[in-house]
């Protein structure tokens, strides 16, 4: 497995987006508007790749004063549970910390909370909804 940082006009992003649509979209009966795929345009990109295939994905998106939202995280469901989200995670820390950011953070749906208290996140605050699902605030300092 090798981890890419790619751009939004590489075709591994046209990847990411199927991705993102199979695992976080269909399962809410959501589509991608104009405005969330305009919101892409100036993140960081990052995909874990078996060679064409990809195994997963998220965005980075800088949210000013040093902090850093980790979004969009997605594994394809046959290769969930063998620790690619823990490595592509670890990896985006990293990658964010020697950018100089200070705190990760994220929208953490409530069922996926324990992937990233694994992580060492904490919830900040009471959970919300989102996209019409439950989520948490969740962040750790890089
Ligand atoms: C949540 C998700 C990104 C995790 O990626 P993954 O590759 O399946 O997770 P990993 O195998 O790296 O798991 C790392 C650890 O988190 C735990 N974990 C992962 N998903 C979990 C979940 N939903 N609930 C509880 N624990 C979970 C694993 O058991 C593992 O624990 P360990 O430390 O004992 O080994 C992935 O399952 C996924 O895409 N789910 C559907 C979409 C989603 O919910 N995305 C997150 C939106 S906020």
Redesign the pocket.
């Known amino acids: 497995m090798e981890i890419k940082i790619f751009l939004q006009s590489d075709p591994e992003y046209l990847l990411s987006l199927i991705l993102r649509y199979k695992?976080?979209r269909i399962p809410l009966g959501l589509t991608f508007s104009k405005a969330d795929l305009e919101r892409d345009t100036n993140d960081i990109h990052m995909g874990a790749f078996e060679g064409d295939t990809i195994l997963?994905s998220l965005i980075l998106t800088d949210s000013g004063d040093q902090s850093v939202q980790m979004?969009?995280?997605?594994?394809?469901?046959i290769?969930?549970?063998?620790?690619?989200?823990?490595?592509?995670?670890l990896y985006s820390e990293a990658y964010a910390k020697e950018k100089g950011f200070k705190l990760m953070f994220?929208?953490?749906?409530s069922?996926?909370?324990?992937?990233?208290q694994?992580?060492g996140y904490r919830k900040v605050g009471d959970e919300f909804v989102e996209v019409g699902i439950p989520?948490y605030h969740m962040e750790k300092t890089l």
């Open positions: 695992i976080l997963g979004r969009q995280v997605a594994v394809d469901d290769y969930q549970g063998k620790g690619i989200g823990r490595k592509l995670a994220c929208h953490a749906r069922v996926a909370a324990p992937f990233y694994r992580l989520h």
